[in-house]
Every structure is written in structure tokens, then in C-alpha cells.
């Protein structure tokens, strides 16, 4: 992990500042994990519970999750660039109001990867790919912008699953979605789903259907990918919670491929976006004919 | 090909176009394959991906949407959303394993009775060509 | 004296076992370990700390049909699930057994469910002991030993290159391999030292705390994700429906887990624990509360794989001890 990464006192005093002066009535931040070694959310509602503010290259979750829960009192976040942008989508979407949300955000050097009890050496994936290293929208910002550089081939592995022909694309994800428990992490972690009803919750018809088997899972993976379609803000964090270690980042960057091919669109980069497929253009034809 | 294949075909038709077009093709005793299943929907705009998805899990060989051309929707621009969703969902079949050329989103008005017939008839015979689609 | 076998005739028995009947062992699977179907001893896997999933599934699958429906001559007949082919559960640990055990009382009890009777009678528990614990296990707080062999048919543990093998029960005794078996005088090594948590006087302590402020506050960050209950080696909540298609019917039982959002949701909608911090309680009730008044044992084996897998590290020893400083609180 990089040192000299201090970036501490200064959420803390911000944090403390907020509450003290009644300004938010709860900053959602990181503490340390229960292991000592990785992070874990934190709400803190009393001056006192900042001191137990982190943050460092475990942060890995993306807090903008909890603002949905959070509509009824005003909050503070603190917020990685990629946790900014669902910040964005959720109000283009005008699931938050921006009045209530005081965002502090951090300049991101990157999160390595780490489970719990364990620490890795390596930026995690998506992280090796990011292209924003500063927050797109904050109130206040902890930490020195760098130079923006964007990685080399951010669609590698994606090109790679294209070109394998249909029954061997069809074997691999029947294999991936085989595996699923259906526990639903995916969707629980991610900040773009907040339905108040999932399809797969829905009871009539019922679309995706209680069994845990290669039918029912199938389903559940490609329609929750294709809602995130031109949404999704790349955190990863489903593919980071998945028990089963199931490649959902090799979907949601397909989607996320296409949509920058087709509509030259990526999400989250303003809180006025509108989502490409909740608008149109009358004159594009999208390879299809007249 | 598969001696006596018959690929299953299901169409999600628009009320107004897509659907009246199948319809003049039948009044005007143009004759069409009976591969293809009908779904008349109100508009190619109500047709949800998650249709489209259970359709082939449940065994159609192939899908096929057919609504108004643009700018001639019924309600003005629902066929525009349409087109951007599986401008978008077509390639993600294909990458999960369904071959392209078993979805077709197409624009056939009501006057097009012709068209429809052709488009069904090429449709099957491609889908026979492609033979059957794995079990799942 | 102590029987022993060597890990060659270990395998060598178990390849043995594979031609007679199922084997479910440990193995390695997209970079976890996971109890499978094993169709050759060499890919079981005999050294790891505990499997990412709990033993539960070879049991209570994750989606099993109760029965089906037969249509012959106008007349109808349900056909009822059987388990007919004996099976070798192999590798299991001290604190899972346990779990299976915990299962049982309330699946068990009569009226016993006859699926799940059926998958623990036909099946023989081969346990392994722990020679190491992970930072995550604490079983011994449960008052299960990491070499505990209350559970299982026969225990193996580990010395050197050879396993001291125990029959614990006339089943596990009609299993074991006579001529691979040799006897020895080696000693089994001590079981590995675990951190504790104060589990004694909790389920007194519950009562007092449910109207706590404490299970919303701890909600704030849980996902209401199923991954603590599916990880679970004793949670056994299903949910059940009738599947009809296409003339064939039959009645589905899937795993099913109080944290997700229509778990206790009433026909008319209303739901007794709509809200995240009273289902996250509910967990912890059943675990600690509810499931020992009726059973008399905690309802959790210190498997540690929630707090390995919780996504927001929700840690029940944390939790466990919250309580006791909450319940010595109201004691004051």
C-alpha cells in the first residue's frame, strides 16, 4: 500500500465540524474492519464516533449505497471518485436531493484487492482501469488531484469473450451462473439498484422463480446486468461481494463497451446525464435498417 | 439442416404496425411460414428484454420484434426506445451465447403485408439452417 | 494404541468409495474450496481451513423438489422425492457437524421432514479434524473443540503424513477399510488455540435488549444480502412453491433467508418486519435466542464464515459482545 497517504484528520475535522454544528446529522464514512486490517462502513452520528473515521487503500465500498436509505436526514459521505459517480447517477435519476448530501471527496490513489483477514499487494481490476482519479462531485475535497491518464486497454478481457464462438460463450456463463447461490449481494451492494421491488421479487408473473438453478439464475444475471445497461458506474462492487466469485465485471463491461460504442456514454460523469436508454436521438440508426 | 427441423419462432408484433402487416399479409392471402407464434403487444416499446430472454429459455429458436418504422410510431416515439434497447440487448445475447442471427428487431407497417411474409419465410429458413439451439 | 491410515491409503480408499457409492468432498473450484461431487480421489482436496460454503447443501439443497405430480388414466398421484443411493460425506469439520446437528432438531422433530431424514440416513460423516484455525474460527466458544468427534460416523485426524482414524458409530465402523488400517502408537497433537468470545449468560441477556436502539444502528451498514444465512452452517429457512409448466408439476423447496424483503410478508401486503434493523435482530435472536429456548444449544457453531463473508463485516462475536455490555448496561 502506498504510504504517506494522510488524508485522515482531514475527513475527521470535516466530519467533526458537520456534526458539531448540527450541519448533517450523520457522516457515513470508513472504520476498521473487524480483522485490523480492512475497512468497513461507518455511520457516525456523534462528534465522538469520528475519531474512528478511516481511510486508506481498503475502502473498498461504495457508500453511495446507503444514500437511498438515508433520504430522510441530511448526510455527509465520504466518497472515492467511483463512489461519486453513483453519487450522480442516483441524483440524475432524482433519487437523492443534492441539499441533502454534503460530499466529502477524496482523491482516490486506488483500492487493493483484500478479503477479510487478508491484505493484497495489487490494485483491484477495476481500479488498474480507472479513469478518474478525483471526485466528479464534492462539497469538499481531501487530497491532490494528479494528472488524469487513461489506461491503455480498459476492454481487453471483454474483446477476448467476443471473439469465442456462441457454444463456447454459451458454456462459459452457463458454467458462471451454475455457481450462483442467488443470495442477492450483488444487487444489495450495488447503488444503482433501489427498486422498492426487484423483478426477481416480483410475484406475478413471476419472472425469475424460487428455484436456485441454471434457468432461474441465468435470468436473474442478465436482466440485473442489462437494468445497470448504461447505469452501471463500474465500482464493481457485486463482483467484489460475490461468495461464489462469479465474473459479473465481464458483463457489466460489455454493457458498458457497447454503450460508449453506440452513444458515446458513460454514467455518472454529471448529475444532469440523462440514461442512454431512457432517451433517444430521431435521426441515429444503430445499425438497424430504416 | 436438420431433416424436419422446424424452427419455433415467436413474434412480438405491434398492435399497429407490425401486427396489421401479419394481419394484410392474411387477408391478402400471402402466405407465410407457420413457424412463427404471434404476441400481438401494444407498441414494440412495451416489449421488455426480460420477454425476449424467457422466449428462448422456453424454447424458441428465434425472436423477432416487429413494430412501426421510425417516426411512424403510434405513440409518436415508443419505437425509438425500442430500437436504443436492443441496439443495446442484441449484442449482449450474442455475447452470452445466443447466435445474432436468431433476434431480429424489424419496421414493418401496416400497408406491408409483403414484407412481413418475406421476413418471416427468411427468417425460418436462416433459423433452419442454424439448426436447433442448445439445452440449456 | 491408536488405528492409523497413511494419506496414500487415505486416497487409495476413498478412490475405493467413489466406485461404490457418492462422494462429497472438499475440492477446488474458481479459486475456492468446495464440497463436490468427487469422481476421482485425486482431485479432493485434504489440507484447507474450511470449505467457502457449509456442508448444509448435501442435505437441504439449495432447491429440491418435495414431490411430483402423475397423471395416468385421469387419475392423479404424487410422487414423492426419495433418496435412494448411499453416500459418503467426506472432510467435514468439528463445528459443521455440529451444524448438521443443530439442523436436525428442528427438521427432525416430529413430524420429521422426510426429505431431509432420507439425505441424513443415507449418508455417512467422515470428519476431519482441525490442525489449524482460521482467523475467523471460534468454535471453541460454541463448546465444540476443533477435534470434536460428537458428530460425525468417523474421525480422522491429521499426524505427520497419517490420519489416527476413529469409528464413532456402527455405521462409521462398517465403513472403515480394515486392511488399510494399521496400528500405531503416535499421540494425537494438541488442537490448535482459538480466540474466545463470552458467550455464557447471552441468552439471558436477549430478552432484555430487543427493544434496543442497538439493531438499527448495526442495520445501517448491513446490505440485507442472503450471503450470512446461505454461508450458514444452521440456518434452514426455505421457501416453497408449486412449478406447473407444460403438464408437468411439481413442488419446489429453495433456500430462503430472513434478510431478504419479503421474508415475513403477509397475503395483503403487511409485513411484521418491513423495516432492515428488525430482520438483521431477527437473525440474531434466532441464533441466540429463540433457537437455544427451543433446542437448547446456540443456534451458531463459530464457523466464522459470516465474518469471513459478511460484505459490510458484520461480526457476530462483535455482536455477542455488544450484547453482554448492552445487557450488563440495563443491568445497572
New interface residues.
Partial sequence: MQEGLDLMPQIRDKARELLTSGAVDCVIGYERASDGLTARPLFAYEPNDVDKLIFDQTCAHNLARFLVNKRDSTVAIVAKPCDSRAINLLLAEKQIQRERVYVIGVVCPGIVEATWGQIGDKLQARCQLCREHTPLVYDFLVGEPPAEEPPAEPYHDVAEMEAKSAAEKHSFWAEQFARCIRCYACRQACPGCYCTECFAEQLDPLWVGIRIAPMENEVWHIIRAFHLAGRCIACNECERVCPVNIPLSLLNRKLEKDVLELFGFRSGLSAEAVPPLATFKKEERLGMSE | MIEGYQPKIIGFLCNWCGYAGADLAGTSRITYPANIRVIRVPCSGRVDPLLVLKSFQRGADGVLIAGCHPGECHYVEGNYYTRRRFALFHPFLEYLGIEKERFRVEWVSASEGKKFSKLVSSFTEELAKLGPRREA | MTQIISRKDLLSWLERLIGERIVIAPARS???VLFQRASRAEDIVLDFDNT??SPKESFLP??EALFTVDKENGNIKLMPTTVDEETVFFGIRPCDARGMALIDAPLLAAPADALYQQHRARTTLIGLACSQA???CFCTSMGIAPDDPSNVDIMLTKVDDSYIVQAITEKGKALLPSDLIAESEVMPPPAPSLQAVLTEGIVEVMPGVFEAPYWS?LA??C?????C???CPTCYCF?I?D?IDEGSIER?R????CQ???FTRLAGGYDPRST?GARLRQRFYHKLSYFPEHFGLIGCVGCGRC???????I?I??VISDIQKLGAQSEC
Fill in positions: 474458481n479459486g475456492m467457502a460454503l439449495l432447491s482460521g482467523p475467523e444502528r445501517d451498514r446490505l440485507h444480502c442472503n450471503i444465512a446461505y454461508v421457501d412453491r412449478y419446489v429453495s433456500w430462503e433467508s431478504s424483503p419479503g432492515k465474518v469471513r463473508y459478511c460484505p459490510v463485516n461480526d462475536r462483535e
